[in-house]
């Protein structure tokens, strides 16, 4: 076991551990085509990305200049999380060295998931993979009013982790591994520290982590025990 003071670590899911951003945006896509609003992959990757889906879109109808009525909202979000699955259950998802790296952590510290991403969605790819029991809990799209770049996800999973272990668990001696800005600010809004990966922007995007690894094979041991210490 290590003896640094790290007690904890939260992964974001889509962008970190699965590479479902492409799946994310295809099945937007697709949604949005049968209302008439074309979502290009320039803009979901620029103004979208770091949303959940009811955020996202009502972000692309307000920039679209459409009404959206909550019903037409929940509607959009089934029928989207509908095609994700579909597109999700085509083929491999993860990225490389994601098994390991969530294996070797677990073995140290106690982990959680907090994502914009459906609960569904999340546990669907974790089972697939044989990860699901890595995992102490999963925070989800439905768990917090508010998602990132609010704090809101971190606080619940840090909340829950506490519950889970019976450890009074500190935010600053855990970290979160995120790949976009908004995960960034939300992981540091909570107090966490946090390591980012250049999985879907380059480092320039990302200089508000505590530190930035290229892939997750070099997300180590050591560098994790290094920013708790």
Known sequence: MPTSS???VVFDFDGVIADTEPLHLRAYQDILA??????????????????????????????????LDEAALRDFIARKSRRFEELEAAGAVLFPGAVACVRRCAAHWPLAVASGALRRE?????????????FQLVVSAEDTPKSKPAPDPY????EKLRDATGADIAA??????????????????????????????????????????????????DRLQDLAG
Do not use: K
């Not at 999340?122 to 890595?134: F, M």
């Not at 606080?155 to 840090?158: M, N, S, T």
């Not at 107090?191 to 997300?219: K, W």
């Open 6 to 8: 790290l007690q904890a």
């Open 34 to 67: 049968e209302a008439g609003i074309t979502l290009t992959e320039m803009d979901y990757y620029a103004r979208y990305l770091g949303y959940d889906d009811a955020g996202a879109f009502r972000a692309i109808a307000r920039d679209s200049g459409r009404a």
């Open 122 to 134: 999340i546990e669907l790819v974790l089972e697939h993979a044989g990860l699901r029991d890595c």
């Open 155 to 158: 606080r619940l999973a840090l």
């Open 172 to 221: 600053s001696r855990t970290v979160a591994i995120e790949d976009s800005r908004w995960g960034i600010q939300s992981a540091r809004g909570a107090g966490l520290r946090c390591v980012a990966v250049t999985h879907s922007y380059g480092a320039d995007a990302l200089g508000e982590a505590d530190a930035i690894v290229p892939n997750l094979d070099a997300l180590t041991i």
